[in-house]
């Protein structure tokens, strides 16, 4: 298979990059300013060149290896994007967006990935900010599209749309082509329940058929939040539907001693499994060898916010091909 080189900006915990690793793509360098993503990607790959930076401060020139590189992807902030119905002003200078359009027609990668929120690739209220994209890239000589993927259709167990720009030079964007979905994903039972029943819970089998739907959205959550939970009420009362308390992170899966307390009240989340930081990192399709640095929140949110790795390979595998030259 060929190789092709990138570079990936606010690159977390790697979600992204361990996708389109697999599909062929070795980063030159990788950027965030979070020192716990940034120690989580020395842990697990640690011949990679990870640099704790600023992207708003990044200067691709000061760095000649980025220069020319195939692909230029990351996962931005979700902020000020995270909603479609009250757009959040920000300051050209501070929007994150706008600073990677600008890298890449410094850096000048034959593609472009940006991944952010659906409502960025399709809400009226954004049409604004795709219009700024779309005379960026025009004028640096690139065709571009925007797509809103669910990461359930590409075999992560999990309702997680993200909002997809890519961005190629005419002649490689003529050849690319949106992965088709692959299938429906498994269940969030079908997935944990063997993880479940590890420390010698005997609750785990039944547990299984009550958790027999794909997990609705993992939210990460804010710095400027308390500890990790799995998001706002309406999230925590189907995790509740499904056997799990999502009011908080275990530090450990069920002992033999527990008892699954279930009652009619789906609100009512005593009595139930919490998941802890490693099934988080399985639902959202990250291999079990992957470690997370930091302590169980600073780790839960660098999984809550990270691209599913299975998606991400879906989509390298197109761009590569579409650089490549097959069709």
Same mark, same amino acid.
């Given at each position: 298979?060929?190789?092709?080189?990138?570079?990936?900006?606010? !690159? %977390?915990?790697?979600?992204?990059?361990?996708?389109?690793?697999? !599909? %062929?793509?070795?980063?030159?360098m990788l950027i965030d300013d979070d020192p716990h993503a940034c120690a989580t990607l020395h842990a697990n790959r640690p011949e990679w060149d990870v640099r704790k930076l600023d992207l708003l401060e990044f200067v691709g020139h000061d760095h000649p290896q980025v220069l020319d590189v195939d692909l230029l992807a990351g996962g931005l902030p979700r902020l000020p994007y995270s909603s479609a119905a009250k757009p959040r002003h920000v300051d050209d200078r501070h929007d994150l967006l706008r600073a990677a359009i600008w890298l890449a027609l410094e850096v000048r990668p034959r593609a472009i990935m940006l991944e952010n929120v659906p409502a960025l690739a399709k809400a009226p209220a954004f049409a604004e900010t795709r219009g700024f994209v779309e005379e960026e890239l025009k004028n640096g000589g690139y065709e571009h599209a925007w797509r809103v993927l669910d990461a359930q259709e590409y075999g992560v167990p999990q309702r997680r749309e993200h909002g997809v720009l890519v961005a190629m030079r005419p002649d490689d964007f003529v050849r690319f082509t949106w992965p088709e979905p692959a299938g429906a994903a498994a269940t969030v039972g079908d997935v944990l329940w063997r993880s479940m029943g590890s420390r010698g819970w005997g609750g785990a089998e039944e547990w299984r058929l009550v958790a027999n739907e794909v997990a609705p959205t993992i939210v990460g959550g804010s710095k400027d939040r308390g500890?990790?939970?799995?998001?706002?009420?309406?999230?925590?009362?189907?995790?509740?539907?499904?056997g799990v308390n999502g009011g908080g992170i275990a530090d450990d899966v069920p002992g033999p001693d527990f008892v699954m307390r279930t009652e009619d009240d789906p609100r009512d989340r005593k009595g139930l499994p919490k998941l802890t930081v490693a099934q988080v990192a399985v639902l959202q399709g990250f291999p079990p060898e992957w470690t997370f640095a930091g302590g169980k929140t600073a780790r839960y949110r660098q999984v809550g916010h990270a691209f599913p790795p299975p998606l991400a390979a879906a989509l390298g595998d197109r761009i590569a091909a579409a650089l490549a030259g097959a069709h």
């Open positions: 298979m060929a190789r092709f080189t990138s570079l990936e900006i606010c !690159a %977390g915990a790697g979600g992204q990059a361990l996708g389109l690793e697999k !599909a %062929g793509f070795d980063p030159v500890g990790a939970d799995l998001g706002p009420t309406r999230s925590k009362n189907i995790w509740a539907r499904l």
